[in-house]
């Protein structure tokens, strides 16, 4: 009986310190995962920022050249003049 009672507390000890060591091991991983995310969120913000002024950009020059597209149909503009205002708008 007194070898059943030392086995069994061995076990309890041994299952008790895995336990243990094993939520620890648990908990500092999840740490730097949270860490690693908090460091890639502003990157995030920033390429999607970056990202929308450029689509706002890109909107911005096929609207002017559609309007001076319009100019060159009425007759406002020489075909030069027009590929002069393209080449500005496309270069900027």
């Known amino acids: 009986m007194p070898g059943l009672l030392r086995g069994v507390a061995r076990v309890a000890v041994v299952s ?3 336990t243990a060591v094993s939520n620890r091991v648990s908990r500092r991983q999840a740490g730097r995962w949270a860490e690693q995310d908090q ?3 502003p ?3 920033a390429e999607a920022a970056e990202s929308a002024a450029q689509g706002d950009d890109l909107q911005d020059r096929l609207s002017q050249l559609k309007d001076l597209a319009q100019l060159k149909e009425q007759g406002v503009l020489t075909d030069a003049e027009f590929e002069e205002q393209k080449q500005l708008i496309l270069g900027s």
Do not use: E, F, V
């Open 43 to 45: 990157r995030a913000a």
């Open 16 to 18: 008790g310190t895995a």
């Open 39 to 41: 460091q890639q969120q």
